[in-house]
Nanobody, 121 residues
């Protein structure tokens, strides 16, 4: 089995920063894309940022210039550096990854349990 565990959420004031981490463990041969999503109360889950295995990134327009996604392939970990945080960034943040468990490279998508980020005004 594969587990993704997020950490780093918390309460921060407007303009502050947080760094989220998501570590994958278990039966992992390789990981393709990894992503961060968020879901605010009453809203649908939305894609925040994504990174390919080669390091290509893309971002939601709402976070461009403020958030940076990165990964450490040796640690099977993806990060989300969040700067200049706004109250509208308040949400539960989830990571996911497309994991190959063996040499067949068949991909399975796994999700973490989420970490809560609250930005106070």
């Amino acid at each position: 089995q594969v587990q993704l565990v997020e950490s780093g959420g918390g309460l921060v004031q407007t303009g502050g920063s947080l760094r989220l981490s998501c570590a994958a463990s278990g039966s992992i041969f390789s990981i393709n894309a990894m992503r961060w999503y968020r879901q605010a109360p009453g809203n649908q889950r939305e894609l925040v940022a994504a990174i390919s295995s080669a390091g290509t990134t893309n971002y939601a327009d709402s976070v461009k210039g403020r958030f940076t996604i990165s990964r450490d392939n040796a640690k099977n970990t993806v990060y989300l550096q969040m700067n200049s945080l706004k109250p509208e960034d308040t949400a539960v943040y989830y990571c996911n990854g497309d994991v190959a468990k063996d040499i067949t490279l068949t991909l399975f998508r796994y999700w973490g349990q989420g970490t809560k980020v609250t930005v106070s005004s």
